[in-house]
T-cell receptor
Framework: DVKVTQSSRYLVKRTGEKVFLECVQDMDHENMFWYRQDPGLGLRLIYFSYDVKMKEKGDIPEGYSVSREKKERFSLILESASTNQTSMYLC?????????????FGPGTRLTVT | SQQGEEDPQALSIQEGENATMNCSYKTSINNLQWYRQNSGRGLVHLILIRSNEREKHSGRLRVTLDTSKKSSSLLITASRAADTASYFCATPQGGSEKLVFGKGTKLTVNP
């Protein structure tokens, strides 16, 4: 079974802190994603990586950066956390068969910025 | 870049009843996927239906796709309390590996 793990289930940080969210997958997937999920807004894509050291901005990249130094690990970085970044963060990776890309999700990190 | 929109936003039924959720989307797609999310957890892939398929089954799940109406439905038969979750449809963004998710239908199955 594919396993996607995230470093923390719950995280509380202060405004202005630099925050690292880690995601690891164990199935050698090329593609990895970071989403945030907020009530009434659904899932929104922050960043996407299609290979090591390769990244692409999603719909809401402002205030975030990412790092992918190894294939299995995709990190989301909040350079200077703000209260409006309080959210549920979900990491996912994909296995593709032709043109169909089923995504596998981690359990999520609920981040609170105070 | 919202693509899929689920309907209804919330649904409450009794155990044993069937639950039907709908998804509408805007642009042409080559597949549509349904995911489930238990409260406070990650999403789990349920089923994928391709654009050349009209109906697909997986256990108690039945998914239909009508490309002429740009809509899909997810039917859960003989629902159980454990089916209580949010259900999302997702479609590929521009034929890429990226998916665009709807806002979900929150299903509550009462014992």
């Amino acid at each position: 079974d594919v396993k996607v793990t995230q470093s923390s289930r719950y995280l509380v940080k202060r405004t202005g802190e630099k925050v690292f969210l880690e995601c690891v997958q164990d199935m050698d997937h090329e593609n990895m994603f970071w989403y945030r999920q907020d009530p009434g807004l659904g899932l929104r894509l922050i960043y996407f990586s299609y290979d090591v050291k390769m990244k692409e901005k999603g719909d809401i990249p402002e205030g975030y950066s990412v790092s992918r130094e190894k294939k299995e690990r995709f990190s989301l970085i909040l350079e200077s956390a703000s209260t409006n970044q309080t959210s549920m963060y979900l990491c996912a990776s994909t296995v593709g068969q032709g043109d169909s890309y089923e995504q596998y999700f981690g359990p999520g990190t609920r981040l609170t910025v105070t | 870049s919202q693509q899929g929109e689920e309907d209804p936003q919330a649904l409450s039924i009794q155990e044993g009843e069937n639950a039907t959720m709908n998804c509408s989307y805007k642009t042409s797609i080559n597949n549509l996927q349904w995911y489930r999310q238990n409260s406070g957890r990650g999403l789990v892939h349920l089923i994928l239906i391709r654009s050349n398929e009209r109906e697909k089954h997986s256990g108690r799940l039945r998914v239909t796709l009508d490309t002429s109406k740009k809509s899909s439905s997810l039917l859960i038969t003989a629902s159980r309390a454990a089916d209580t979750a949010s259900y999302f449809c997702a479609t590929p963004q521009g034929g890429s590996e990226k998916l665009v998710f709807g806002k979900g239908t929150k299903l509550t199955v009462n014992p």
